[in-house]
């Protein structure tokens, strides 16, 4: 929620792309053709702003995959994935609580590669796809038991 606060009241909203780098925003970096800056962006849809206007049933969803999250992590209880689910259940709460407050979520970091704009995102949506990575590459399936 710091975030959150922090980048509404000091980040200016992001301009067409005509205004140029970095959008009306604050730069950060650029090198070598990436750039990188805060502009703070309205997003009342999913990922890479998909299904944008269906923000309650989004809400919704996300609801739903928190507490069978939560769940898992419950029932499950193995040590070894706890921390990547831990991330994902956190960054699914703090754009769920940036609809709550403010009926969309927040997004601020803006990335630009060779000229090509990345979709704005925030520190939830790097929690989720960092837990995710986590899961993919350092969590593997144990074998199951033939039963003889």
């Given at each position: 929620?710091?975030?959150?606060?922090?980048?509404?009241?000091?980040?200016?909203?992001?301009?067409?792309?005509?205004?140029?780098?970095?959008?009306?925003?604050?730069?950060?970096?650029?090198?070598?053709?990436?750039?990188?800056?805060?502009?703070?962006?309205?997003?009342?849809?999913?990922?890479?702003?998909?299904?944008?206007?269906?923000?309650?049933?989004?809400?919704?969803?996300?609801?739903?995959?928190?507490?069978?999250?939560?769940?898992?992590?419950?029932?499950?209880?193995?040590?070894?994935t706890d921390w990547a689910l831990g991330l994902i259940i956190a960054g699914a709460i703090g754009n769920g609580i940036d609809y709550i407050f403010y009926g969309h979520v927040i997004d601020f970091f803006h990335a630009c590669f060779w000229g090509a704009s990345f979709p704005i995102f925030n520190l939830g949506d790097c929690y989720i796809t960092l837990g995710v990575l986590a899961l993919l590459l350092f969590f593997r399936p144990l074998p199951k038991k033939e039963s003889t």
């Open positions: 929620m710091l975030s959150k606060y922090l980048a509404l009241s000091h980040i200016p909203p992001m301009m067409p792309k005509f205004f140029g780098y970095p959008y009306g925003g604050i730069p950060i970096f650029s090198f070598s053709g990436i750039t990188f800056s805060l502009n703070v962006i309205a997003n009342s849809g999913s990922a890479f702003g998909f299904f944008q206007g269906y923000a309650g049933l989004l809400f919704c969803l996300r609801v739903f995959m928190i507490a069978g999250l939560v769940r898992h992590a419950i029932m499950q209880r193995k040590e070894k």
